[in-house]
């Protein structure tokens, strides 16, 4: 016992992290004698106290009270009948303060030795949402050393390898100084590539002084399949931190396209720099199926000088397949073949030395003769395993080595059963291969105790020592584990560590042998019923040999899901839905997780909200249910939210965006979306924070047409062209790059970069397998649409900055065209050679390419027909019915017919044929858009409003259908069974049409951008707008029931909302000349309402119910709401000067209107129950210096509170006629708002201050600055009913809420 304090205790001068408890035996009673104390005494031979014995025992408690007063814990009790009686008072009060000590102390020794770790880490708790972040160097690093120390540990045994290494450290010197590809390690699974790659960083690591070696072991936390995302974002962390570059934001670490953009940047970059960098991935093969990682989009096929990327991967598995045909090179790849029996000697004779065991010659000469004929890594690891258990004297005929990897794990399971008994060595290893992290040893010995089975096997020769509390003896785990000692590994996270194996194909072989379809069920069931906490504080039944059935505690913990405010439960957060879900407990499952509003927040606060839509995935696979589709799809919709703030959403804000999007489908959907809605709002209601609380769905909504939203772009979409065959979506941007898209998979495949200027034109040729892009940089590319790489550049194909609706792309046969309006170009169709270049020099326009023909014509309608391939002449001919002064609209080539259609401004539409033939018919458009269907049957053409469709038959061009719109048609497409027609108008609708009928189908909202690209294809459409980023794909056939409210179009010039909401009246773009009114609950247009000239600014009497309109013309029209038609006139001013803006008074008497060079006062009443006009009763002039005035408010004292356009903010006094001026705003006032009351007004302006004035009297009560995630200032505001609060909206399109009182 000394010895032990010795080499414990007192080993060193350090805080001790012992407790210690002494109990002493004040006196010894003379009828208790040595034979009643001898359980606690030494005694000698013939059963007398020894006395150095006892000299001994008191010498080392002199010491111990002398040195360890602070750990001492020291009770004086005497025993009864020479032992502890619980039934007498003296020693229950004994007991009970020892266990109180201990469990005060402990308490305090663990929670001391986390927050002193946690601040060491300068970390948090885990499962901790306190506010506090670890630095990301600090998390970064932290992932590095735990693969680099475990990368140093896989290496150590590695021999044999030389050769291979050789090769492909020879293949990374010849490629340094160009571009280049990744190399490729595969082999069979354990042949030992993640040693081999291990030995390669640690190589090149010694070698390279400045250069930075990135390694990433993926199979390392199996059955966990690491997500693409969090690789390439951690090595890219590495990567800018080891060199100085700028480091991802959130939004773009959590995006998928942005992190592909990023992580070919970083490479760049560190290429640039002229710094090495080697990039090593360990078994691609084992990435999830996240953004389809096994296709190997986000792997660069084409690398820069200096970066190095070797990857490793099954022979066997898709991911090869698919790098077989990304890689064109086979010397990019490298197999890992089989080891020699000199190799296996090596490695023998080094794993014997480190575990300081050797073998006889013969059974050493078993091993090698067992492993010869495979050579494989793992079979010799896991029987070399085996063999340092055998004594010099084990005979050979009891040595049983399997002949492969697979039979020698067979062996290993069969002595461990007959060791240990199949059902624990079972449930064990079935247990930690069905966890989905690991399990800590504590939940192993707690699951393994609420396994009927497992207990009954170990209680099947004796009873447990009390049957209502049983419990699986840790003796029996813990020599269960020593005996498993080389295939587990502890895998930390936050402190807390994990059992786990460390092989895969053991994981394998588990499943196959203990994992039966009922066992698995079984044992799942008994891992969510853990998770959930079920067993806790009660009574499970049990059934042993011997017993009739009885109730026993069998002491597991309780699994709430935070176990202190702001502290979650993170292995509850990790396992119960997986467990949930493949134990079949879908019922708990959804009222559990799914329609959990706690616990959909707390997970994705806790463990990113990626890791809730993957969950949901998984229940999507195996669930046919719409509800947890729609919650998915929510959580994604609010995914981008969460990046922007790092994931740092607080309860209310996540709250009020579930609500916001999925209240619509709470009726419809009430048990699973009804009751995640009802737990938002009810914990909205009860929060003591003033809550906005969403009473519609207002934010873009799950489920309904749109399916999804394609990103990858940075600039407006130009063009479009779908690849049918491959399923392919390709678009060009303004910013110059090209995206390309899997339709079946929705996902980015590649993004083609190389473009300088807008890309004007893209098209899809040769089966889908490649494609052309024309940009405003005059250059013409061929790209490969299976790899991403650029086949061919020809420079100056179209003049510089080219309109996209001026170039065009032909291919004929044999030959290239690239054409404009003035111009046609002829390459042949590998585009090695020029054959023409030809321009217009008598002003002619060319109007297309019919096969190898150029159809031009002239302005006095002479056209030419010409083949600059061949250089044959060109033939003339005039056309019909042409003025002198011939003007062009638009034109379409159709190929099959061999036709170009010309439409002028003279009315009438021109057919010209390849052969010079020409016919005129009357057209009654001017048409803006022009297109044929893919059969040529039918012309589509689109002008302002209208798109009209005509058959086309024979000499015939005959109208069928005019379809109406609400704004300008920009786009349509017709499907290629020609019976559904889908429009896109500058309303950001996508409308669908009857072809046959002529009725509208269905109407598409959620655009947010006016529609100029539409395509049909496959049952979807496919849209996107040169205003936005994204494509969006929409399906025809989905659930009406879940299709979202339309709304009025974004970006609208003016806009009023009446209070009730249920109306609002908007102008769409400046220039238009009517107002439309939309009704709000039926998401329709209800009216337009016509007016003169220009509408400059919107007001509403809200009491009134008018709608007054100021004009450009200085006119201001007022509406009543109820009879429209009845429209109220306040004429023009003298001057013409235009409205600048209105402002009616609180109860609504008198209405203010705002000039250019002066301001007026009118009288609103009543005459005959008709609202009236009278004025203007007052007014004031104003300057030609005078800044124009952008925004006021007319008081019920008649006084006006008015900002202008260069920050001044005035009050002018119409009683008095007295004017005083306020502290001015540096920019632009926006809003002036005066509360209901008329006791404060808040004056905003384009910058981030606001002010809010006491107004009786006139003193400023407070100075408010707000700063938005994107943009500065405010544009409107409103006080609450009793003016308690003051709501602003702002730019960045969020809506905040002020305290008037406090400001």
């Given amino acids: ?158 021999y044999g390898r ?176 089989r080891l020699s029996r000199d190799e296996g000697r090596q490695i023998t004779e080094s794993y014997l030395r480190a575990s300081q065991r050797t073998l006889t010659p013969e059974q050493s000469d078993a091993v090698l003769q067992s492993f010869e004929p495979a050579g494989c890594p793992l079979h010799l690891k896991l029987m070399l395993s085996a063999a340092k258990r055998w004594t010099s004297f084990t005979p050979l005929t009891e040595i049983h080595l399997g002949a492969n990897a697979q039979e020698m794990m067979s062996q290993l399971f069969l002595t461990l059963e007959g060791k240990h008994g199949k059902e624990l060595v079972g449930g064990a290893l079935g247990y930690i291969t069905l966890a989905r992290e690991g399990l800590l040893e504590a939940e192993l010995r707690d699951v393994m105790s609420l396994d009927d089975d497992v207990i009954s096997e170990v209680y099947r020769h004796s009873l447990p020592p009390t049957p209502s509390l049983i419990r699986l003896p840790s003796l029996l785990w813990a020599r269960l584990r020593r005996d498993l000692e080389d295939q587990l590994e502890e895998r930390w996270t936050g402190g807390v560590a994990a059992v786990a194996f460390n092989n895969r194909r053991l994981c394998e072989a588990v499943s196959a042998r203990y994992l039966t ?61 997986y467990h949930l879900l493949h134990a079949g407990l879908w019922d708990e499952l959804r009222q559990e997780v799914i329609s959990s509003a706690e616990w959909l927040f707390c997970k994705s606060r806790v463990c990113g909200v990626s890791s809730v839509i993957q969950d949901l995935d998984q229940c999507s696979q195996y669930m046919d249910c719409t509800e947890t589709r729609l919650v ?77 939203t394609l990103t990858g772009l940075q600039g407006g979409v130009l063009c479009l062209d779908v690849g049918v065959e491959a399923e392919l979506l390709v678009a060009g941007s303004d910013d110059g790059v090209v995206a390309v898209w899997s339709l079946a998979a929705q996902q980015l495949t590649h993004s083609l970069l190389g473009h300088t200027g807008a890309v004007l034109s893209v098209k899809v040729i040769d089966s889908s397998t490649h494609c052309l892009s024309l940009a405003a940089d005059g250059s013409l590319r061929r790209w490969s649409l299976m790899n991403g790489q650029q086949l061919l550049c020809i420079q100056e194909a179209v003049p510089v900055d080219s309109a996209p609706s001026s170039v065009h792309l032909h291919l004929s046969e044999q030959l290239l065209f690239v054409y404009t309006r003035t111009q046609v170009k002829v390459w042949k169709l590998d585009g090695a050679e020029l054959l023409s270049s030809t321009g217009s020099d008598d002003g002619s326009v060319v109007l297309g390419v019919l096969e190898e023909s150029v159809v031009s014509l002239s302005d006095s309608g002479l056209v030419r027909i010409s083949h600059p391939g061949n250089g044959t002449r060109a033939a003339e001919t005039q056309l019909e019915n042409s003025q002198r002064s011939w003007t062009l609209v ?146 025809l056939k989905y659930d009406t029931r879940h299709k979202p409210t339309a709304h009025i179009p974004a970006g609208c010039a003016h806009v009023a909302v009446t209070k009730d909401a249920d109306r609002v009246f908007y102008v769409r773009q400046q220039s238009q000349t009517e107002v ?78 705002a000039y250019e060079d002066s301001v007026c006062l009118f009288e609103i009443t009543t005459r005959d129950s008709f609202p009236t006009v009278e004025g203007p009763l007052k007014g004031f002039p104003l300057s030609l210096l005078h800044a124009p005035l952008s925004s006021m408010a007319l008081l019920s004292d008649l006084r006006l509170l008015y900002g202008t356009s260069c920050g001044e903010v005035k009050l002018y006094d119409f009683g008095g006629g007295g004017s005083s001026s306020l502290e001015p705003h540096r920019s632009r006032v926006t809003c002036v708002t005066a509360s209901n009351w008329g006791t404060h007004a808040l004056v905003g302006s384009e910058d981030a201050v606001q002010r809010l ?41 969020s809506v905040t809420v002020w305290d008037v009182a406090t400001g």
Wanted: hydrophobic residues 40%; contains cysteine; aromatic residues 6%.
């Fill in 1253 to 1293: 004035w006491a107004l009786n009297p006139l003193v400023l009560d407070h100075t408010m600055e707000y700063k938005g995630f994107f943009f500065e200032g405010v544009l409107s505001a409103a006080f609450s009913d009793s003016d308690q609060f003051v709501f602003t909206g702002s730019q960045d399109r």
């Fill in 162 to 337: 030389e050769g291979l290494l050789g090769k492909l450290c020879l293949a990374m010197w010849e490629s340094t100084n160009v571009r280049h590809g990744p190399l490729v390690v595969h082999g069979a699974a354990g042949m030992g590539k993640t040693a081999l790659l291990c030995k390669l960083a640690q190589e090149m690591h010694s070698v390279l002084e400045t250069g930075v070696v990135a390694i990433r072991l993926l199979s390392v936390r199996h059955p966990q399949r690491p997500d693409i995302d969090h690789v390439l974002c951690s090595v890219c962390l590495q990567i800018c931190l080891a060199c100085g570059l700028a480091l991802p934001s959130p939004l773009t670490a959590n995006t998928h396209p942005e992190l592909l953009r990023f992580f070919r940047n970083v490479l760049a970059q560190v290429s640039q720099q002229g710094n090495t960098l080697l990039i090593i991935l360990d078994a691609l093969d084992q990435l999830s199926d996240q953004h389809h990682a096994h296709k190997l989009h986000w792997l660069p096929a084409d690398l820069p000088p200096n970066v190095h990327l070797v990857v490793s991967m099954d022979t066997n598995s898709e991911a090869f397949a698919n790098m077989r045909l990304k890689l064109e090179t086979l010397g990019s790849f490298f197999e890992v073949e």
């Fill in 1076 to 1153: 439309i009114s939309w009704n709000n609950h039926t998401g329709s247009l209800s009216e337009r309402l016509a007016v003169s000239a220009e509408v400059c600014c919107l007001e509403l009497a809200q009491h009134k119910r008018l709608l007054l309109c100021g004009l450009t013309t200085g006119t201001v029209l007022i509406y009543p709401l109820a009879l429209p038609q009845e429209t109220l006139c306040i004429p023009p001013p003298e001057s013409l000067s235009r409205v600048l803006c209105l402002a009616v008074s609180s109860q609504e008497k008198h209405v203010a209107v």
């Fill in 632 to 708: 998915r799809d929510t959580l994604v919709l609010i995914k981008p939210s969460l990046d922007f703030l790092d994931g740092h959403m607080d309860k209310s804000l996540f709250y009020t965006e579930l609500l916001a999007r999925l209240s619509s489908l709470a009726t419809p959907f009430p048990s699973v979306i009804g009751r995640l809605c009802g737990q938002c709002e009810e914990w909205l209601l009860t929060c003591p924070e003033p809550i906005l609380i969403p009473k519609c769905s207002f934010l873009q909504q799950p489920g309904g047409a749109l399916r999804h």
């Fill in 517 to 577: 379809s009922e066992r698995r069920g079984r044992s799942l069931r008994i891992l969510a019923e853990y998770f959930l906490g079920r067993w806790s504080g009660k009574l499970k039944p049990a059934a042993l040999p011997g017993l009739s059935l009885l109730l026993s505690d069998r002491k597991v913990p309780p699994q709430p899901l935070w176990f202190a405010p702001g502290l979650a439960n993170v292995r509850k957060l990790q396992e119960l839905p």
């Fill in 1 to 158: 016992t000394e010895r032990e304090f010795e080499q414990g205790l007192w080993k060193d001068d350090s805080e001790p992290s012992a407790l210690l408890f002494v109990r002493e035996i004040p006196r010894q009673r003379v009828r208790d004698g040595p034979k009643r104390l001898a359980k606690y005494m030494d005694l000698t031979a013939n059963g007398l106290l020894d006395a150095e014995a006892q000299g001994l025992l008191t010498s080392l408690k002199s010491r111990l009270y002398a040195t360890s007063q602070k750990i001492l814990n020291l009770h004086c009790v005497e025993l009864s009948k020479g032992s502890i009686d619980p039934k007498r008072k003296e020693h229950a009060q004994y007991l009970h303060s020892v266990c109180e000590q201990f469990v005060s102390q402990m308490k305090a020794r663990i929670g001391a030795a986390v927050y002193t770790s946690v601040e060491g880490r300068q970390g948090k708790i885990w499962g901790s949402i306190e506010e506090e972040k670890r630095e990301i160097s600090d998390q970064v690093v932290e992932e590095v050393r735990r693969h680099v120390a475990m990368s140093t540990e896989l290496c150590r045994g590695l």
């Fill in 890 to 1035: 638009n034109s379409v080539t159709l190929p099959r017919r061999g036709e170009v259609f010309v439409v002028s401004t003279g009315g009438f539409l021109y057919r010209i044929s390849r052969t010079g033939k020409r016919t005129a018919v009357e057209f009654p458009l001017l048409p803006s858009l022009l297109s044929v269907t893919e059969d040529e049957k039918i012309l589509i053409a689109g002008s302002d409003r209208t798109l009209s469709l005509f058959n086309v038959d024979g000499d015939s061009v005959d109208g069928f259908l005019d379809l109406q719109h609400d704004d300008s048609v920009l786009s349509a497409c017709v499907s290629s069974d020609c019976r559904l027609l889908a429009s896109g108008a500058a309303d950001q609708l996508i409308r669908i049409w009857s072809v046959i009928t002529g009725a509208l189908l269905d109407t598409l909202c959620g655009s947010d951008a006016a529609v100029t690209s539409v395509v049909l294809c496959n049952g979807f459409v496919v849209s996107a707008s040169t205003a936005a980023a994204a494509v969006r794909l929409w399906s």
